[in-house]
């Protein structure tokens, strides 16, 4: 696959789930025209593009559809549910065919002819109005752009053509359009393949900067695009603006042609109401605000960041043992640079959650008419950010979690009412950051567990005796049992006993928790919390005996020192500690190590899920920025540690998981009820 290739299948996916969450925010109102404007706009985009790189069937099809809303944006005919369930269908084959175009696939092949008979017929029955709108936009907010676009030279030999761009800008509203004929159009060495001409574009209409960016989206790595927002409202409608392009010749122009921008502003600011061009913004408008980068060469950076940060331990160890002043300025140096760096590269690699929250209304979505249950999927926090990597790895955890609350959580329409509820579910996303993790909550107003059903299900299959005395939140917890469901018919959907286990074994392998509450009548919520990035972290470096382990800063409270005498050499213990009544855990003892013949041990306190913890530590080296390597699969069942480091003397430092170590040393220390004391 080439990489232009590449770049057309990563924007044709972008713009796939750009189109989706167009159609379903067109569902929820079928008289938005902006919406219709946004939905043939992203067509419109992937029809030309497959078309350049050969994907017939799919600009094809993509072709066609496009004629029914554009029939809707010219008041031709009128937008209904039909209309928007065969786009959907047409969504979903399109994918397909990204990864299927010769439609080699009997079942591909068949869709899109039975897909294309239906858009056929839809186009031939379209209802021609003659009396004004089949609807108003109350929602589209008009806007005034300046674009300069100024193309690579060899834009032609790659199959763009700099005109039909410009002629896809103008579409979206109302358009003045200047080109600029550089010098070497006019020597003897000009070529007739290559581009001498740069364009100015004064553009008002209801599009948005993404919008007009999107225009531009396969020649964004090699051409000089710059917008800027410089009016609310029609600027155009202003004379003393749109007339001075008549007379091009008595404005300044500088080497960037941002002088028709510049000029004008002046005139209408003082005789519009307009809301001003901001000096500076204009200033600005030769800088870049945005470039596309390969998610590889990401984890190359983080890959090269990581071990610079191995390196600087190194060094900074170095110059510790050879008491260099010199060496300790350059290594304090060095430490801060690498620190800003990695700092630097996390922000890079962080992604918002939205970015996938178009899956999840769309799941939610054909679930509700499969089911036939009446749903409203709420968000917030999605702009909260989160490694990439961590995002593709909970996306399918979380879309099970939503599945379940579809399926065994939100009621029908009719129990609901029975229940005194409203007719419609919510399901609420929320996401937000808490210290050096993400929480992510899916929460449900439906039927809620059954402590009593869940506990039967268990003891059927096995999973508890009879006569085990749990509690409510103990019973609820079994639902993470492999094989474990409430289910009683198998569907699609869910009953097939896999899922939940699922969810919480993917989850973990990336660091990470998920919890269950739950209120019968009233309501279910996951609450998963995840590492903000899998690479590096900041930890405290500790020694026990001979060995040296990293315990995560976000986990620490506080530290103390004890008599070593005053441990009883127990596994575990209570110590008052701040005034509190503390259970600490003698880790020389937990780990096989022989007692202590230090006279002081020292205590570092922990945050618990539920009451804090101590752990006992010979000595406390310092603050570790910890470069998180796997353990391998020979230490898959060792999940009191996440991972390991490589200190900077090259010996190995485990990284301890606080949350699963503190939970395997209460289970077996069998103390759960100490903060009841």
Not at 158 to 167: A, E, K, R, V
Not at 612 to 639: C, F, H, N, W
Request: hydrophobic share 40%.
């Amino acid at each position: 696959m080439s990489n232009l290739q590449a770049v057309f299948l990563a924007e044709t996916e972008e713009l796939i789930s750009t189109l989706e969450s167009a159609l379903l925010e067109f569902e929820r109102d079928l008289s938005n025209l902006r919406t219709v404007e946004n939905i043939f706009r992203v067509m419109h985009t992937i029809k030309g593009s497959a078309s350049m790189f050969g994907y017939e069937n799919l600009s094809n099809i993509t072709h066609h559809l496009e004629t029914i809303f554009d029939d809707i944006r010219a008041y031709k005919r009128q937008a209904d549910l039909q209309i928007l369930e065969i786009t959907f269908r047409t969504v979903d084959h399109i994918k397909s065919v990204l990864r299927d175009p010769d439609l080699s696939q009997s079942e591909n092949k068949i869709r899109q002819e039975q897909l294309l008979a239906n858009i056929h017929l839809m186009v031939q029955q379209k209802d021609v109005r003659t009396s004004g709108p089949v609807f108003a936009d109350s929602t589209a907010v008009i806007n005034t752009y300046y674009i300069f676009f100024r193309p690579a030279e060899g834009i032609f030999r790659s199959g763009n053509n700099p005109l039909f761009l410009i002629d896809d800008l103008a579409t979206l509203g109302k358009a003045i359009v200047v080109p600029i004929f550089r010098d070497a159009l006019f020597s003897d060495n000009a070529q007739a393949d290559l581009c001498y001409t740069e364009f100015e574009v004064v553009l008002a209409g209801g599009m948005t900067e993404d919008d007009i960016r999107d225009v531009f989206l396969f020649v964004s790595d090699t051409a000089d695009i710059q917008i800027r927002h410089i009016a609310e409202g029609d600027l155009l409608n202003d004379l003393s603006f749109s007339s001075a392009f008549g007379n091009r010749e008595q404005i300044p122009r500088t080497a960037f042609g941002y002088g028709i921008v510049a000029s004008m502003v002046g005139a209408v600011q003082a005789k519009s109401t307009m809301s001003s061009v901001v000096a500076a913004d204009v200033d600005r408008l030769g800088q870049s605000t945005s470039i596309r980068v390969s998610s590889t060469k990401l984890d190359e950076l983080m890959n090269l960041v990581s071990e610079l940060v191995t390196s600087q331990a190194r060094l900074m160890l170095i110059a510790e043992q050879k008491g260099m002043p010199d060496l300790n300025a350059v290594s304090e140096n060095i430490e801060k640079i690498t620190r800003r760096l990695r700092d630097n590269a996390f922000s890079i690699c962080l992604v918002p959650i939205e970015a996938v929250v178009t899956r999840y209304q769309r799941l939610i979505r054909d679930l509700s008419k499969e089911l036939s249950k009446e749903v409203v999927f709420t968000t917030s926090g999605t702009e909260t950010e989160l490694d990439k990597s961590l995002i593709e790895k909970i996306t399918d955890p979380i879309l099970h979690l939503l599945r379940n609350c579809m399926d065994h959580g939100i009621e029908t329409p009719e129990a609901r009412r029975a229940r005194g509820k409203k007719k419609e579910g919510t399901i609420h996303l929320k996401a937000y950051h808490s210290g050096t993790y993400v929480h992510i909550e899916i929460s449900d107003d439906g039927k809620g567990i059954d402590p009593a059903r869940v506990r039967s299900k268990a003891i059927n299959k096995g999973l508890i005796r009879e006569d085990a005395v749990l509690s409510d939140a103990d019973i609820i917890e079994l639902i993470f049992s492999p094989g474990f469901s409430t289910a009683d018919i198998i569907t699609d959907v869910s009953g097939r006993g896999v899922g939940m286990d699922v969810v919480r074994r993917n989850i973990e392998a990336v660091h990470g928790e998920v919890f269950v509450e739950s209120k019968l009548n009233e309501g279910t919520q996951f609450t998963i919390r995840l590492p903000l990035t899998l690479s590096i972290m900041d930890g405290m470096l500790v020694k026990i005996a001979s060995s040296d382990y990293i315990i995560p800063l976000a986990a620490v409270d506080k530290c103390f020192e004890v008599e070593t005498r005053s441990l009883n050499g127990d596994c575990s213990q209570r110590l008052v500690l701040d005034g509190n009544l503390v259970p600490v855990f003698n880790l020389r003892n937990v780990f096989d190590e022989e007692r202590s013949g230090l006279p002081i041990t020292q205590v570092v306190k922990l945050n618990c899920e539920a009451f804090p913890v101590g752990i006992t530590v010979d000595a406390i080296v310092g603050e570790y920025q910890a470069v998180m390597k796997p353990l391998g699969d020979m230490y898959q069942s060792q999940d009191e540690f996440s991972g390991a480091t490589i200190l900077g003397d090259g010996s190995v430092a485990l990284v301890v998981d606080p949350s699963r170590f503190i939970r395997q040393l209460l289970s077996k220390s069998n103390i759960e009820n100490l903060n009841k004391n």
